[in-house]
């Protein structure tokens, strides 16, 4: 149980650090934005006539200020589809749109709550009794202030939701719907309802996040140093993100108002009074008490830890481990990228990570002592202390008391490190055995270990999805499989060589028939492919990269040469004449028709038996059964009361069902998936309820005639039951509403 949640803990926090890249990013744009862009600084270098108002570089200024200001004004919506991203474990763009979707859906839902109540008016003000900073503007709806954990609530569920029904198969009539598709609409639905709830528990929560912070707050310098001891001691776990990430965005961190908005969050508090540093006389220490500290350690203490195993490594290893060590403490000090030094003694010896571990807490409450208020993006190297420290000028940071705490680090770290590593003799770099590689190590090392083992297991381990292996079989093996796609009905796949594409296997799983053109193989499985397509993709992630046998033990494959047949027919064409002979020895039952429905035709044009069409999958029934219609009116129409089920993404069809129940597809022309919607404006969405003869798309017949190889379109029933037969009722001209074929139920 201890291992599943913490592997869990893990995945949030490596979803977090998605969207937490962009921000250094952000942060340097509103950094150098802000910092050229003060009339102080401006005065006080002498730069007007560079940098003054009016100029080309104070306009370009100004514009990486307000990108900069976008992404942490938008922090909750890009954690909401962040983190969706980095905690779905398949088709990771459908978890994002989805995710984007269902933040959009929750704010409504809680605005309209709000609305409700009389909290909010009706042209957006906010009501005088409601508590000040308690609703907010997220992307133009009015809400609670959620912050950046409204995003969070929705990147976990979302991805939940996801990781749960991405492969969810529905019946036949929904079928559509099914697999990766279901998830936007699952969360549309489930989103509805957490904005309504969150509506009531909201208040709740924020009160308890707000006493949270009070009692960090409260503790004062104490509350700094076990929130540096913790967030450090976290570092080998990669769980320091789960654990600081509230208190640098959320109100866990504290709240203020900077220019007369509530911000919470002690990084954000940080760049929102940077964003307005006219105004500000000195950054807040307790804003930057979660992460001022950090310049302390990582500019100074930690290099000087590195020169001390430096100083500590065998002669003959002094050259080797004292390149390795100076690009580590380079890296640390620039970047403040810390993994490389701390995990190469945490590892080997990690009583000295306990001594990082103490001396780092102390760094973050002596810099909230000194009332020292840098900011940062990332981490605290040299380039966040020269954006947000040095550039924003020592009376509002109080950054030049770092340098002296910091040299007193340096010799500590040297100190303590140096009679550490001689007294007990660790093997830190340099001062491995002999036979051992003097290197650095890192996270991959560890987890190197704990794969090790696992690979030979895996390899023996039998696939979990039989029918994806039988058609990556079928298909030649996974070295033979170029590309995956789908549309409505079929799967889609380019194969390198045709000639390993074997038919008796695919027809194995269940395919309603194969289309082979080239290199392109078409497996017909009807409106749930997606979930066969997404199935497939996963079992080729961890199929051998390798050809299929020719003639697998466990198979049986039907020879050509069967005995007897010495004009060489192949097993079909017996099959045929088999039936036929028993055809003709056994006289027909008779069939009495119980009832009929009539489908008619949804557009004008040329009607004619469905073996006709320019198409192996139609001619040969493998996706339904009906009858085609070669348009030439633009307007399609319905062809009978029902309801429209489906709309294809790429518009060129549609399932429909009728009100008698059957489930149909309308397929607009031949190969006009690849058009991508050009040359199709449909007028009905997914579950509209439509009559007959309610036009339901336009088409352009000269572009589709100029760019399909046919605008002849199958009109389909696609799941008929044993007991039912079509019967043709117009070949020619036929005019939309005209009867078009009769589906019998016999019995």
Same mark, same amino acid.
């Given at each position: 149980m201890k291992d599943k949640i913490f592997g869990v803990l893990q995945r949030v926090g490596r979803s977090f650090m998605l969207p937490i890249a962009i921000l250094p990013v952000a942060g340097l744009l509103l950094g150098i934005g802000s910092s050229f862009t003060n009339e102080t600084t401006i005065a006080t270098y002498g730069l007007q006539k560079i940098l003054g108002s009016g100029t080309l570089l104070n306009s370009l200024l100004i514009i990486m200020n307000k990108v900069g200001s976008a992404v942490f004004d938008n922090l909750p919506l890009i954690f909401a589809v962040g983190v969706a991203i980095g905690m779905a474990k398949k088709e990771k763009e459908v978890a994002a749109l989805s995710a984007l979707i269902a933040y959009f859906v929750m704010n409504v839902a809680v605005s309209a709550m709000l609305l409700i109540n009389n909290e909010i008016t009706a042209d957006g003000q906010i009501a005088a009794d409601v508590l000040e900073g308690t609703i907010t503007s997220v992307c133009g709806i009015q809400s609670l202030q959620m912050g950046v954990f409204g995003g969070i609530i929705v990147g976990l569920g979302v991805a939940a939701l996801h990781n749960r029904f991405h492969k969810i198969v529905l019946p036949n009539a929904l079928s559509f719907f099914g697999g990766s598709r279901f998830i936007p609409i699952i969360s549309t639905i489930v989103y509805m309802f957490v904005g309504i709830l969150m509506y009531f528990v909201w208040p709740v929560v924020q009160n308890g996040i707000y006493a949270l912070g009070g009692l960090v707050t409260g503790s004062g310098y104490l509350g700094t140093l076990i929130f540096g001891i913790i967030k450090r001691a976290l570092i080998p776990f990669g769980l320091h993100h789960v654990f600081y990430m509230p208190f640098w965005q959320t109100a866990v961190g504290g709240t203020m108002e900077v220019a007369g908005q509530v911000v919470q969050g002690g990084q954000n508090i940080f760049f929102a009074q940077l964003a307005d540093s006219a105004n500000i006389a000195h950054f807040s220490a307790d804003a930057t008490r979660y992460f001022s500290g950090e310049f302390i350690f990582m500019i100074f203490g930690l290099p000087g830890a590195a020169l001390a195993m430096?100083?500590?490594?065998?002669?003959?290893?002094?050259?080797?481990?004292?390149?390795?060590?100076?690009?580590?403490?380079?890296?640390?000090?620039?970047?403040?990228?810390?993994?490389?030094?701390?995990?190469?003694?945490?590892?080997?010896?990690?009583?000295?990570?306990?001594?990082?571990?103490?001396?780092?807490?102390?760094?973050?409450?002596?810099?909230?002592?000194?009332?020292?208020?840098?900011?940062?993006?990332?981490?605290?190297?040299?380039?966040?202390?020269?954006?947000?420290?040095?550039?924003?000028?020592?009376?509002?940071?109080?950054?030049?008391?770092?340098?002296?705490?910091?040299? &007193?680090?340096?010799?500590?770290?040297?100190?303590?490190?140096?009679?550490?590593? @001689?007294?007990?003799?660790?093997?830190?770099?340099? @001062? +491995?055995?002999?036979? /051992?590689?003097?290197?650095?190590?890192?996270?991959?090392?560890?987890?190197?270990?704990?794969?090790?083992?696992?690979?030979?297991?895996?390899?023996?381990? /039998?696939?979990?999805?039989?029918?994806?292996?039988?058609?990556?079989?079928?298909?030649?093996?996974?070295?033979?499989?170029?590309?995956?796609?789908?549309?409505? /009905? @079929?799967?889609?796949?380019?194969?390198?060589?045709? +000639?390993?594409?074997?038919?008796?296997?695919?027809?194995?799983?269940?395919?309603?028939?194969?289309?082979?053109?080239?290199?392109?193989?078409?497996?017909?499985?009807?409106?749930?492919?997606?979930?066969?397509?997404?199935?497939? $993709? $996963?079992?080729?992630?961890?199929?051998?990269?390798?050809?299929?046998?020719?003639?697998?033990?466990?198979?049986?494959?039907?020879?050509?040469?069967?005995?007897?047949?010495?004009?060489?027919?192949?097993?079909? +064409?017996?099959?045929?004449?088999?039936?036929? /002979?028993?055809?003709?020895?056994?006289?027909?039952? +008779?069939?009495?028709?119980?009832?009929?429905? &009539?489908?008619?035709?949804?557009v004008d044009g040329i009607a004619a038996d469905l073996s006709t069409a320019p198409d192996e999958g139609f001619a040969g029934k493998m996706m339904g059964d009906g009858a085609v219609v070669t348009p030439e009116d633009a307007v399609i129409c319905a062809p009978e009361d029902g309801e429209v089920l489906f709309v294809f993404e790429t518009k060129h069809a549609l399932g429909f069902q009728t009100e008698s129940g059957l489930g149909m597809l309308l397929h607009i022309g031949i190969d006009t998936v690849s058009l991508n919607g050009e040359g199709f404006e449909v007028f009905v969405e997914n579950g509209q309820k439509v009559k007959k003869g309610d036009p339901l798309m336009k088409i352009d017949i000269p572009f589709l005639t100029s760019h399909a190889p046919s605008l002849c379109s199958p009109v389909l029933c696609t799941e008929l039951e044993e007991n039912q037969r079509v019967r043709l009722l117009a070949t020619g001209e036929v005019k939309a509403g005209d009867p078009l074929f009769a589906v019998d139920t016999v019995e």
């Open positions: 430096y100083r500590c490594a065998k002669p003959e290893k002094k050259k080797a481990a004292g390149g390795l060590l100076l690009s580590a403490a380079l890296a640390c000090m620039f970047t403040g990228i810390t993994e490389p030094l701390e995990f190469s003694f945490l590892f080997v010896a990690p009583a000295l990570f306990v001594v990082q571990v103490i001396l780092a807490g102390a760094a973050y409450m002596i810099a909230h002592m000194l009332n020292i208020a840098v900011g940062l993006t990332f981490s605290g190297g040299f380039l966040d202390l020269f954006l947000f420290g040095i550039l924003q000028g020592n009376a509002k940071t109080s950054w030049l008391r770092i340098i002296p705490v910091g040299i &007193i680090y340096f010799i500590l770290y040297y100190v303590i490190f140096t009679f550490m590593i @001689r007294k007990f003799n660790f093997k830190t770099p340099g @001062r +491995e055995d002999d036979d /051992t590689e003097t290197k650095l190590y890192t996270k991959a090392d560890v987890n190197a270990r704990k794969e090790a083992g696992k690979t030979a297991g895996a390899a023996a381990a /039998t696939s979990g999805d039989p029918v994806s292996e039988l058609i990556t079989r079928g298909l030649g093996g996974k070295k033979n499989i170029v590309d995956v796609d789908c549309c409505a /009905t @079929r799967l889609r796949i380019t194969v390198a060589e045709p +000639e390993k594409v074997r038919d008796e296997l695919l027809k194995q799983t269940d395919s309603r028939g194969i289309v082979k053109k080239g290199q392109g193989v078409q497996v017909i499985y009807g409106p749930h492919v997606t979930v066969i397509k997404a199935k497939l $993709e $996963e079992y080729l992630e961890t199929a051998p990269n390798e050809f299929a046998d020719e003639t697998p033990d466990n198979v049986q494959v039907q020879e050509n040469a069967a005995a007897g047949n010495a004009d060489g027919q192949n097993s079909a +064409e017996v099959e045929d004449k088999n039936a036929g /002979t028993a055809q003709t020895s056994a006289p027909a039952k +008779e069939e009495k028709i119980r009832k009929t429905a &009539i489908i008619y035709s949804p």
